[in-house]
């Protein structure tokens, strides 16, 4: 089993920047591949951002490249996301999620609870 605890979140006006942090635990953190989805109110749950298996690659939804960057901290078992030039409907429930071998990285097995990011105008 893996455990993602997420903090980070936040309101922030239109423009600024947020960094979302994700501690893992449960596994060895090369055992599994992270990213993050959201959900904004009313809608479904997508994928913003990804590590390959490799822990080099990365993988960002079309809306997010340029703006999001996904790090990690292998000693801290920690991944990051770097959210710039935020919007209004970047307004959403911001999760960690890791996934197994043969998941495609758009994929997710494990979950965090979430944190709230609010983007005011």
């Known amino acids: 089993q893996v455990q993602l605890v997420e903090s980070g979140g936040g309101l922030v006006q239109a423009g600024g920047s947020l960094r979302l942090s994700c501690a893992a635990s449960g596994r060895a953190f090369s055992s599994y591949a992270m990213g993050w989805f959201r959900q904004a109110p009313g809608k479904e749950r997508e994928f913003v951002a990804s590590f390959g298996w490799s822990g080099r690659n990365t993988y960002y939804a079309d809306s997010m490249k340029g703006r999001f960057t996904i790090s990690r901290d292998n000693t801290k078992n920690t991944v990051y996301l770097q959210m710039n030039s935020l919007k209004p409907e970047d307004t959403a429930v911001y999760y960690c999620?890791?996934?197994?071998?043969?998941?495609?990285?758009?994929?997710?097995?494990?979950w965090g609870q979430g944190t709230q990011v609010t983007v005011s105008s």
């Open positions: 999620a890791a996934r197994e071998p043969g998941t495609s990285p758009s994929g997710a097995d494990y």
